[in-house]
């Protein structure tokens, strides 16, 4: 991802002197994924994205010199259209307002997020920072649909289930061994058609 423009929106820049001035924390909800073409002329006033194409949870933070860095984890496994991901908006909560578009950027040189039908299953982190004087005031609103968990992990790996049955030139990949096999194919003297 080439993540370039990256700036706080008008709506954005509002709640931050609201931030600065002690009238409330930082509350971040969200990211969304989106294939707009979105200016850079039309950033600055942007209220939302302007093609969404999907909504991330976030799925951590982490914070050094007062920067907070914003995480989350898209899994193409989840993805049912896919799209070139042009535009990466991070929300937030204004006491005044509700949720916000808080930050946007934009990528001129797009990836392709494939959909859960695409025969390569691929999954993407996005990160994105903010600067802050308080870094560790900032709270976030952890979305459990955001977490990858272990099954996500195998799906995306491809990773070899045991006592599984796979159809004929289906690919996974064993951790124990150095490369991914095709099923049907005997490997390493270890596997036979079903891939056990």
């Given at each position: 991802m080439n993540w370039t423009g990256s700036i706080l929106t008008e709506k954005g820049r509002a709640l931050q002197a609201k931030i600065e001035a002690?009238?409330?924390?930082?509350?971040?909800?969200?990211?969304?994924?989106?294939?707009?073409?979105?200016?850079e002329s039309d950033m600055d006033t942007a209220t939302d994205l302007v093609a969404p194409k999907y909504s991330l949870g976030i799925t951590s933070k982490t914070t050094a010199d007062n920067v907070c860095t914003i995480t989350s984890v898209i899994a193409s496994t989840q993805v049912t259209e896919g799209f070139l991901a042009k535009e990466l908006g991070l929300y937030a909560t204004?006491?005044?307002?509700?949720?916000i578009l808080y930050m946007v950027a934009i990528d001129p040189n797009p990836d392709f997020v494939p959909p859960s039908t695409a025969s390569t299953v691929v999954s993407a982190s996005y990160a994105l920072n903010v600067a802050i004087s308080n870094a560790e005031s900032i709270s976030i609103m952890i979305d459990?649909?955001?977490?990858?968990?272990?099954?996500?992990?195998?799906?995306?790996?491809r990773l070899l289930e045991r006592g599984?049955?796979?159809?004929?030139g289906m690919r996974v990949t064993d951790p124990?061994?150095?490369?991914?096999?095709?099923a049907g194919m005997h490997h390493a003297g270890n596997y036979g058609r079903n891939g056990y």
């Amino acid at each position: 991802m080439n993540w370039t423009g990256s700036i706080l929106t008008e709506k954005g820049r509002a709640l931050q002197a609201k931030i600065e001035a002690g009238l409330c924390t930082l509350t971040l909800t969200r990211m969304k994924l989106g294939n707009g073409n979105m200016s850079e002329s039309d950033m600055d006033t942007a209220t939302d994205l302007v093609a969404p194409k999907y909504s991330l949870g976030i799925t951590s933070k982490t914070t050094a010199d007062n920067v907070c860095t914003i995480t989350s984890v898209i899994a193409s496994t989840q993805v049912t259209e896919g799209f070139l991901a042009k535009e990466l908006g991070l929300y937030a909560t204004d006491p005044d307002e509700g949720e916000i578009l808080y930050m946007v950027a934009i990528d001129p040189n797009p990836d392709f997020v494939p959909p859960s039908t695409a025969s390569t299953v691929v999954s993407a982190s996005y990160a994105l920072n903010v600067a802050i004087s308080n870094a560790e005031s900032i709270s976030i609103m952890i979305d459990p649909n955001g977490l990858v968990t272990a099954d996500m992990l195998t799906k995306a790996a491809r990773l070899l289930e045991r006592g599984k049955a796979y159809t004929l030139g289906m690919r996974v990949t064993d951790p124990d061994l150095a490369s991914p096999f095709c099923a049907g194919m005997h490997h390493a003297g270890n596997y036979g058609r079903n891939g056990y």
